[in-house]
Structures are given as structure tokens and as C-alpha cells.
């Protein structure tokens, strides 16, 4: 947990551009591409698969969990 291993000291200070990582370009998908782009994407840092961006601006985030759900219920509509 990041949060923890900051010193307490440091922790009213830090602000959150001092915590934040750099996002690859693959990464950040627009909302209207193929969800099956994300299929062979590496989850970031805390299951975060890809950010979604619109215009330059984030708009969402797909996790690794948004995926799972996403699948699940693919297949139950085929199964019905």
C-alpha cells in the first residue's frame, strides 16, 4: 500500500503528482474501439487495464474486474 509506506511525516505534503505514474500509450483506448482491443492488454498497477480517453480527456478506467464481468455475462447471453 503506497499510502503506507509514505513516512507519516510526508504524508500531509505529498500531493498526487508525486505519487502518479506515467501511462503507457497503449494503455489509453477511446470509447468507441472494440472492447476485444483490451483482451490482450497488461493490467497497470492496482488491475487498472486501460484508461479511456476522449479528446485528450480521461473519461474512464476498465479494470481487470469491468473485463471479467464483461465475459461472464457474454457468456451467459450465449448459454440462453
Known amino acids: 500500500d503506497w499510502m503506507a509506506a ?3 511525516s510526508a504524508r500531509a505534503t505529498t500531493r498526487v503528482r508525486d505519487l502518479a505514474r506515467p ?3 497503449e494503455s489509453v483506448v477511446g470509447p468507441y474501439e ?3 482491443v483490451l483482451l490482450t ?3 497497470l498497477p492496482g488491475q ?3 484508461l479511456v480517453a476522449d479528446e ?3 473519461v474512464g478506467i476498465v479494470t481487470g474486474a469491468d473485463l471479467n464481468r464483461a ?3 457474454a457468456m451467459l447471453r ?3
Open 6 to 8: 509514505l513516512p507519516a
Open 23 to 25: 501511462v503507457p500509450p
Open 34 to 36: 472494440e472492447a476485444s
Open 41 to 43: 492488454r497488461r493490467a
Open 48 to 50: 487498472v487495464v486501460a
Open 56 to 58: 485528450g480527456r480521461v
Open 71 to 73: 465475459m461472464r455475462q
Open 78 to 80: 450465449q448459454a440462453a
